[in-house]
């Protein structure tokens, strides 16, 4: 699964970079996941009362999250993809359980 994952966010990364003249350098990676990170935290002070709402309801702010936490998982795994870590294994010795069966080639 985190293969796959990886691929397709690495496809969109890519296009994105393309279409905007972005250079995804060894820092970019860092970087953006450090922005994406930020944005989270942005919406889940507003989902918490501790920033300004404006006419946000939960709902909207329930969604900014699940987009958020969704820009965060993106770039933790193109992140790891740019430098080779090994996720499934490091998860495995982390969190002590296998997080997709072996994939067959």
């Known amino acids: 699964m985190l293969k796959s994952l990886t691929g397709k966010f690495e496809r969109a990364s890519q296009d994105y970079a393309l279409g905007f003249g972005i250079e995804r350098d060894p820092d970019w990676y860092l970087l953006k996941l450090q922005e ?3 944005e989270l935290t942005q919406v889940w002070n507003r989902y918490s009362d501790r920033g300004r709402r404006g006419d946000l ?3 909207d702010l329930h969604l900014a ?6 820009d965060v998982l993106g770039h ?3 992140f ?3 430098f080779g870590l090994d996720l499934p ?3 495995e010795r982390k969190w002590r359980f296998r ?3 072996t994939e067959k080639t």
């Not at 999250?65 to 969704?70: D, G, I």
């Open 99 to 101: 997080p997709e069966p």
């Open 57 to 59: 309801s939960n709902e």
């Open 65 to 70: 999250l699940e987009n958020e936490a969704a």
């Open 36 to 38: 994406e990170l930020g």
């Open 89 to 91: 294994s490091a998860i």
């Open 76 to 78: 933790i795994l193109l």
């Open 80 to 82: 790891a993809h740019r």
